[in-house]
């Protein structure tokens, strides 16, 4: 008797679905985790830019969300940043929840939090 060698039709049906389920999952969540590393990335460049220092609370939330927006990232809103004052710092922290359809009723929800420091003077 031969051996049987390779795949049967049900075992080649049940990895292609496991592999479209894996791919729907990964077109849906993986624009979330790029449009964080833009957030990542702006929050990242604010300690070092010399036009914020001196800035006024408004004025920084103004040049944040003006960055976003450039990057296409509406996810984030001025509702999702907070700005606290100390002496020497401003602390800016975005925190916020985006939310999407994955699969019928199957949702997602993935939680950010980023945090910077920009000088006062």
Known sequence: MKKQKG????S???IIGLLLFNGIIAMNVVPVFIHD???????ENLG???SLRGATPKKIKT?????LRVNNVYSVNKDHITL????KDYFITI?????GKLIGPVDYIVSFKHEARVPIR
């Open 84 to 87: 606290k004052k100390s002496k």
């Open 37 to 43: 590393h833009s957030v990542k990335s702006i929050m």
């Open 7 to 10: 795949l049967t039709l049900i």
């Open 95 to 99: 925190e916020y929840e985006p939310r």
């Open 48 to 50: 070092t830019d010399s």
């Open 63 to 67: 040049v944040i969300t003006k960055r």
């Open 12 to 14: 080649w049906l049940a």
